[in-house]
T-cell receptor, first 115, second 107 residues
Framework: ETGVTQTPRHLVMGMTNKKSLKCEQHLGHNAMYWYKQSAKKPLELMFVYSLEERVENNSVPSRFSPECPNSSHLFLHLHTLQPEDSALYLC??????????????FGPGTRLTVL | LAKTTQPISMDSYEGQEVNITCSHNNIATNDYITWYQQFPSQGPRFIIQGYKTKVTNEVASLFIPADRKSSTLSLPRVSLSDTAVYYCLVTGNQFYFGTGTSLTVIP
């Protein structure tokens, strides 16, 4: 138990569906992250939020839309996804973004399958 | 963004010490070196972080030479449960998880 929870743990959706992934951290951290991990590939950093402000967006397609309503919650809204978007989506949080404060605590991930 | 290079895979017998070396030639002055462990279908887990010389905690040691262009993660007396992927990161304000080193511990 890392103090970071993600729901749902598994999600199957069609390409025309709209769904959302939820992440919650109970650690009092100020930074939150979304990562994508496809089979046999490195983790890809998608979005970074610091103090509820998006500070990094790594060329992610607009069909992925993040939302950070407060420092404890992070959402990833999904719409009109493609089969190649099937992957493990990981949420993480850290105390801050500066070096020596940026140890990341990861959630268990959401396994997404797009049909 | 400082990228890292580490071996793709390693095998070790139970009870042995395992050393995984990572090179990071473009490390910046403010960057730290951080190692994570990841089991299949789980998120990575922080192992250890250091800036220079040697850092030790209850699970690992991290050796960083003076030029900081490489680092070595040392796992003492590995067990089967240490079979995982190990990532070396240079962490300043940005992160890059490379392909990691897949460690297999053999009975």
């Amino acid at each position: 138990e890392t103090g970071v929870t993600q729901t749902p743990r598994h999600l199957v959706m069609g390409m025309t569906n709209k769904k959302s992934l939820k992440c919650e951290q109970h650690l009092g951290h100020n930074a939150m992250y979304w990562y994508k991990q496809s089979a046999k590939k490195p983790l890809e950093l998608m979005f970074v939020y610091s103090l509820e402000e998006r500070v990094e967006n790594n060329s992610v397609p607009s069909r992925f839309s993040p939302e950070c309503p407060n420092s404890s919650h992070l959402f990833l809204h999904l719409h009109t996804l493609q089969p190649e978007d099937s992957a493990l989506y990981l949420c993480a949080s850290s105390q801050g973004r500066e070096a020596s404060y940026n140890e990341q605590f990861f959630g268990p991930g959401t396994r997404l399958t797009v049909l | 963004l400082a990228k890292t290079t580490q071996p793709i895979s390693m095998d070790s017998y139970e009870g042995q010490e395992v050393n995984i070396t990572c090179s990071h030639n473009n490390i910046a002055t403010n960057d730290y070196i951080t190692w994570y462990q990841q089991f299949p279908s789980q998120g990575p887990r922080f192992i250890i972080q250091g800036y220079k010389t040697k850092v030790t905690n209850e699970v690992a040691s991290l050796f960083i030479p003076a030029d900081r262009k490489s680092s070595t993660l040392s796992l003492p007396r590995v067990s089967l449960s240490d079979t995982a992927v190990y990532y070396c990161l240079v962490t300043g304000n940005q992160f890059y998880f490379g392909t990691g080193t897949s460690l297999t511990v053999i009975p």
